[in-house]
C-alpha cells in the first residue's frame, strides 16, 4: 500500500485548503487514517486522525474547531479541510496509516511523502 497526500499551497491566514491522501491499496475498517504535521527545526507532531470503520475523529487541541478529518471509503481517500489557517500552521502535512488509533509517529507504520502548508501573515 501506499499512501499519496495533495493539496498543500501557500495561502494568507484566514484562509481555507483542503488536503487530500490517496491509498493505492484498500483500507480496513481496523484501520487508523492519520495527518501529521512537521514544521522547519521541530519534530513531527499529531493533527487529527480517522477511523476509517467508524469514521471517529480526533484532533490535536490546537485544531479543533478549524480543521476536519474525513474520508471516502469507496475512493479510498482520506481528506483534511484546515480552515482558519495561521501561520503556525506551516509545516510539511504528512498522512499515515495505523493498526490502532495513537498519536505518536511510532505508531504508524504507511506513511505518505507529505505535502507543504505555507500560510503567509
Known amino acids: 500500500v501506499q499512501l499519496q497526500a495533495s493539496g498543500g499551497g501557500l495561502v494568507q491566514a484566514g484562509g481555507s485548503l483542503r488536503l487530500s491522501c490517496a491509498a493505492s491499496g484498500r483500507t480496513f475498517s481496523s484501520h487508523v487514517m492519520g495527518w501529521f504535521r512537521q514544521a522547519s527545526g521541530k519534530e513531527r507532531e499529531f493533527v487529527a486522525a480517522?477511523?476509517?470503520?467508524?469514521?471517529?475523529?480526533y484532533y490535536t487541541e490546537s485544531v479543533k474547531g478549524r480543521f476536519t478529518v474525513s474520508r471516502d471509503k469507496a475512493a479510498e481517500t482520506m481528506y483534511l479541510q484546515m480552515n482558519s489557517l495561521k501561520p503556525e500552521d506551516t509545516a510539511v502535512y504528512y498522512c499515515?496509516?495505523?493498526?490502532?488509533?495513537?498519536?505518536?509517529?511510532?505508531?504508524?507504520?504507511?506513511w505518505g511523502q507529505g505535502t507543504l502548508v505555507t500560510v503567509s501573515s
Open positions: 499515515a496509516r495505523g493498526n490502532s488509533l495513537g498519536y505518536a509517529p511510532a505508531e504508524y507504520r504507511i
Open positions: 480517522i477511523r476509517w470503520g467508524t469514521g471517529s475523529t
